[in-house]
């Protein structure tokens, strides 16, 4: 049920991330189609989204946030997500591996590494787990990698290590995408003799780079719905290499001692 004055006590602000990121664009899309007139998205970060977070439920505070799964601040948090009817923030996400053209020509391994890559959401949790808790990302892929030999047998049997070729893997960020293209790193260069630079940049030159050529691939593609724009903009010179993980999901997320369920409830 809707609470009276939920905007007043959260100054009708959403507390977003950075703005390249999709999940701002649907919020947008969310303030304009649910008709929430005087609500403002906060531009910030990831890691300004998660301290703003902290610090209310520390104090009880009421918080609204963009957020998505996987994350850590789910098993950090008691958290829920908005209920969105009209369906703004899709259904059914997932993310995706891309490349840019000629790698497979270029370099058949890597290639063929990230074409068959994909992992759950359980798995990647414990490495931004891992990483939350104070390890550095190098240091959390590795040590995931090392105690889960099993899942990555599967993603380099066969394949021909190459000798210290140059790899480019674009990310933004993002925790999730933190997690993952850390872990593709240490792979790539323990397993398959790569050097790889893992560039960190906007959602906006990920794509760019990645069409261009300047990036080799990207873990860090949100499809259908998030990156649909970049997605329309560049899929016809890149290629996708399908999904890495199911399942996936964005929205408004609130601390669960809050006295909503729906976006709707923020209409005042
Ligand atoms: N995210 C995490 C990104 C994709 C990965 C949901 C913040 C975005 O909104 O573009």
Redesign the pocket.
């Known amino acids: 049920g809707a609470t009276a004055n939920i905007g007043d006590q959260v100054k009708h602000q959403i507390i977003g ?1 950075d703005p ?5 664009k ?1 919020t947008a899309q969310a303030i304009q189609d649910y008709g929430l007139d005087n609500w403002t998205l906060v531009e910030g970060s ?1 890691a300004a989204m998660t301290a703003a977070l902290d610090k209310a439920i520390k104090n009880e505070d009421p918080i609204i946030i ?1 957020g ?1 799964t996987p994350h850590w601040m789910f098993s950090k948090y008691d958290l829920k997500y908005l209920e969105d009817p009209k369906k703004v923030y899709g259904e059914a996400e997932e ?1 995706h591996t891309i490349a840019r053209k000629g790698l497979k020509e270029d370099e058949p391994t890597a290639y063929e590494f990230l074409d068959r890559f994909a992992w759950t959401d359980k798995q990647m949790g414990e490495i931004m787990t891992a990483i939350q808790e104070g390890q550095e990302p190098e240091a959390a892929a590795k040590a995931w990698a090392d105690a889960n030999e099993d899942a990555i047998a599967p993603w380099i049997e066969g394949l021909k290590p190459v000798d210290g070729k140059p790899l480019k893997l674009a990310y ?1 960020a ?1 925790d ?2 933190i997690a993952s293209t850390n872990l593709l790193k240490y792979v790539l260069e323990s397993k398959l003799g790569y050097k790889v630079t893992a560039l960190q940049v906007e ?1 906006g030159p990920m794509w760019t780079g990645i069409a261009n050529g300047d990036a080799d691939a990207s873990v ?1 593609a ?1 499809l259908p719905l ?2 649909a724009d970049y997605w329309n903009q560049f899929k016809d010179q890149l290629e996708d290499l399908g999904a890495n993980m199911t399942g996936v999901k ?1 929205g408004l997320v609130v601390p669960s001692y809050m006295d909503i369920s729906s976006i709707e409830d923020l209409k005042d």
């Open positions: 991330i390249g990121a999709g999940i701002m649907a990831g963009t998505w993310i933004v993002w999730s995408e959602a860090a949100w998030t990156h964005t």
